[in-house]
């Protein structure tokens, strides 16, 4: 999966914040749906990768997501922003596994709930 994301994490719009991110989800049927971060001058129109992989695999017929796999070009471990957090909260159950890395091979393996004890704040964008 790293070698996909690294691949993925090139498509992403960044050009405010210069932090890249990419998100693939994999659903119970073994599909996988992909996001990246696009950065908007408006940015209240800005999108994550975790929102924009999600809402393609909705768009893509809604199925239950059993893994969500994130990385970021950040030398450290980035977790998901609350915005995102409360999409998981609306869209996936309890028993997803999430998969944390860097493009530098940093990985964390945590459940939903430890997701949910994360934060993301300025300090992820220096």
């Known amino acids: 999966m790293k070698d996909k994301l690294e691949q993925l994490i090139k498509n992403s719009y960044a050009p405010y914040s210069n932090v890249h991110f990419a998100c693939i989800v994999e659903t119970e049927n073994g599909n996988f749906y992909e996001g990246v971060n696009v950065e908007n001058a408006s940015f209240g129109g800005t999108i994550c990768a975790e929102r924009n992989a999600i809402n393609n695999c909705i768009a893509n017929g809604r199925e239950k997501i059993k893994v969500v796999y994130l990385m970021t070009d950040k030398d450290s471990l980035c977790y998901?922003?609350?915005?995102?957090?409360?999409?998981?909260?609306e869209f996936l159950d309890k028993d997803v596994i999430f998969n944390i890395m860097t493009t530098k091979g940093d990985m964390k393996?945590?459940?939903?709930?430890?997701?949910?004890?994360?934060?993301?704040?300025?300090?992820?964008?220096?």
Not at 80 to 89: L, R, V
Not at 116 to 122: H, I, R, Y
């Open 109 to 126: 393996v945590i459940t939903f709930d430890e997701l949910m004890k994360t934060t993301f704040s300025k300090d992820d964008l220096k």
């Open 80 to 89: 998901p922003c609350h915005i995102c957090k409360q999409t998981f909260i």
